[in-house]
């Protein structure tokens, strides 16, 4: 079993930045990968972009250059990712969603946070 947590949505102005993590707990070792989506009102949910447990991410042509995905040293059981957003549009604006992938597949989610981006 996976639990994750995210945080660190909020509202933020045009060319503003912020930074969302998400800590995974539990069966931690079983991660293959972590993901960013998100899903704005009346959209499809759509990938951001990955990380793999070697550290190699790939991104969603819309965020390549602004988003950037990392990982923080893991501790107390838990293995944290981040999400750092720079100069975010207020297209950045839903609801977004970190996910862990075993044996290929996203199949744990966290509940999602928001981000709101006001021009």
């Known amino acids: 079993q996976l639990q994750l947590v995210e945080s660190g949505g909020g509202l933020v102005q045009a060319g503003g930045s912020l930074r969302l993590s998400c800590a995974a707990s539990?069966?931690?070792?079983?991660?293959?990968?972590m993901g960013w989506f998100r899903q704005a009102p009346g959209k499809q949910r759509e990938l951001v972009g990955t990380?793999?447990?070697?550290?190699?991410?790939?991104?969603?042509q819309s965020v390549e250059g602004r988003f950037t995905i990392g990982r923080d040293n893991a501790k107390d059981g838990k293995n944290t990712v981040y999400l750092l957003m720079n100069s975010l549009k207020p297209e950045d604006t839903a609801v977004y969603y970190c996910?862990?992938?075993?044996?290929?597949?996203?199949?744990?989610w966290g509940q999602g946070t928001q981000v709101t981006v006001s021009s």
């Open positions: 996910a862990a992938a075993i044996l290929g597949t996203f199949s744990s």
């Open positions: 539990g069966n931690i070792f079983m991660i293959n990968a």
């Open positions: 990380i793999t447990t070697r550290g190699i991410t790939n991104y969603t």
